[in-house]
């Protein structure tokens, strides 16, 4: 439980204003398409639901609601129910003293942690390979195409930087037309009249 608002600590318990509390849950590992459930258990035994939530098919869960401003003065347990993938139930709880001047008094605390490091082997179910393994194979295909394409036209584009007409062996003054038919030597052969005498046999 947080508060958009300054808490107070008198040595024991966390105090704050009900007036801008939020309670707040988040899980990982959890059951698809299961619910989450935050709620409030009075001494009576009331239960009243504060919010719920499906989990995600990636197993994650999130809450974030008000803490309802119209308790009656007394004890409640926050309580968080969740279901893992190996359909476990879960329960956390957290002591909660409403008092007369509308703030929530925490005995224990206004937050409450449960972690466990654990490797499941889960079935393959037609579920998971369109859910889990078709998306990650489809976005790792467009990575490497990307990738592919990229290095193509990067191989492409150094060819065409290094070749020799950027390097100025192609001068275009060569093949000027102008240019190269004044380079041209003319000739003129100018051959005059020959006589010649008659030939013996």
């Given amino acids: 439980v947080y508060s958009d608002l300054p808490t107070e600590y008198d040595g024991v318990s966390e105090i704050m204003p009900i007036d801008g509390a939020h309670i707040y849950a988040s ?11 935050v709620s409030l258990v009075a001494e009576s035994g009331e239960v009243i639901l504060v919010a719920d939530s499906k989990t995600e098919g990636s197993g994650f869960m999130n809450i974030d609601a008000d803490f309802p401003d119209d308790l ?3 004890d409640y ?17 957290i002591e909660v003293t409403v008092t007369a ?6 005995p224990n605390g206004a937050n409450s942690y449960q972690s466990e490091d654990k ?3 889960k079935e393959v179910t037609v579920e998971w390979l369109f859910e889990d393994l078709l998306p990650a194979l489809l976005l790792l ?26 390097t100025g062996v192609y001068d275009t003054d060569a093949f000027d037309t102008k240019g190269y038919n004044a380079n041209v030597a003319t000739q003129t052969t100018t051959q005059g009249p020959t006589t010649q005498g008659p030939t013996t046999p």
Wanted: aromatic share 8%; glycine share 12%.
């Fill in 72 to 74: 009656a003065v007394g």
């Fill in 27 to 37: 899980g990982s590992g959890l059951e698809r398409g299961a619910t989450a459930i």
């Fill in 101 to 106: 001047d509308a703030r929530a008094s925490f």
């Fill in 77 to 93: 347990d926050l309580t968080l129910e969740a279901t893992d993938g190996d359909g476990t139930v879960h329960n956390l709880q």
């Fill in 119 to 121: 490797i499941t082997l």
């Fill in 141 to 166: 295909i467009s990575v490497l195409g990307v990738l592919y394409f990229t290095i193509i036209i990067r191989n492409s584009k150094d060819d065409y930087d290094t070749g020799d007409y950027d």
